[in-house]
């Protein structure tokens, strides 16, 4: 295959007054590469949060930017600088979400590397990444499938531990691919939602107790009601400053809070330290993961292929980038919103 000398992008640009509604499609040139880079073909990327909050600039810290967005894909090796040696054209593969971050905990400077970001995403035709960021993708993923990994499921993956029983809050992609995993390793999963017809659908994928949140507003109860009130030993928790306090009252004596998400808005109540005092609860912040633990979930997916399949909620075409962002919006999906990049 030849390499190609131009490559159609996303783009952002600085001060916009519509958020994602100003995305526009540009041409720009492929980098020459350099010794260490790998130029991959994108085939797919997925949509999360994130990618919604920085376009409409309620993320923080990213004001007046022109922006490339994304940050989760899948592609196809097309070439390798001259210092590569563990990749080679046709090899399928994601990048992380953190070029950087390779093992052990994230530091200011792997998450300032973070792509989509400062860094331009991943929303482009073609892109180079340095040899050492990126993963091999599941043998029997689909590219499409693939792109949900980077983000939502490396999440859930680094959150969750050996545990008898999860909470999921929510059936977006985190909390999906959470359900997902955590059913894999044998735990029961207790999943809420404000739909019946999503909870359906975590049904079908092994959750064991659905709670419409709705309906049971007091939810945490519930909860500890199905938990003969031991409570669950992790809550994968996406809501933020409206859920925090109930996923406290969740946990077991000693369980883990895996804070991910900020989706609701609320004033935390001021007794919240000694909620967490009182349970003894590990409450962790999760920013994503490393290369090592991508490839390490990678494993256990091939070896679990029945149980991990990515749930795509809507498959958008690279010229509806402005529809898929409005779709994330709605917060109508279940699962990931995924684009495809390349029409072969």
């Excluded at 020459?32 to 994130?50: D, G, I």
Aim: proline share 4%.
């Amino acid at each position: 295959m030849s390499i190609p000398q131009k490559s159609r992008q996303y783009f952002l640009p600085a001060g916009r007054k519509e958020g994602y509604k100003n995305l526009t499609i540009t041409e720009v040139e492929v980098p020459k590469l350099k010794a260490n880079e790998v130029l991959v073909k994108v085939h797919a990327a997925s949509l999360q949060y994130r990618d919604l909050a920085i376009a409409n600039e309620f993320y923080g810290g990213l004001d007046g930017r022109e922006i490339v967005p994304g940050s989760d894909m899948a592609g196809e090796v097309i070439a390798v600088g001259q210092d590569v040696t563990d990749w080679k054209a046709g090899d399928r593969v994601c990048a992380n979400f953190s070029p950087a971050h390779l093992h052990g905990d994230p530091t200011a400077a792997t998450m300032a590397a973070a792509l989509g970001a400062v860094a331009p995403g991943v929303l482009t035709e073609y892109r180079a990444f340095p040899s050492e960021s990126l993963v091999r993708i599941p043998a029997h993923f689909s590219y499409q499938q693939a792109s949900t990994l980077p983000c939502a499921a490396l999440t859930a993956y680094n959150a969750l531990n050996a545990g008898d029983t999860v909470l999921v809050l929510g059936t977006g992609g985190v909390s999906i691919w959470a359900l997902q995993l955590a059913v894999t390793s044998g735990a029961t999963v207790i999943a809420t939602s404000s739909s019946d017809e999503k909870l359906k659908i975590a049904e079908k994928l092994g959750a064991k107790h659905l709670i419409n949140y709705r309906n049971t507003p007091n939810w945490e109860e519930e909860v500890l009601k199905i938990t003969n009130g031991v409570g669950v030993d992790h809550v994968v928790e996406v809501g933020g400053q409206g859920t925090m306090h109930k996923s406290i009252k969740s946990v077991r004596m000693g369980g883990g809070v895996y804070v991910i998400g900020v989706l609701t808005h609320g004033d935390l109540p001021q007794d919240i330290f000694r909620l967490v005092l009182g349970r003894a609860a590990e409450v962790r912040g999760i920013l994503i993961g490393s290369v090592a633990q991508f490839k390490d979930m990678v494993r256990l997916i091939e070896a679990n292929p029945e149980k991990t399949t990515p749930v795509i909620d809507k498959v958008f075409a690279f010229e509806e980038g402005i529809a898929a962002f409005a779709h994330l919006e709605s917060q109508k999906h279940v699962g990931k919103i995924v684009i495809q990049v390349s029409k072969d």
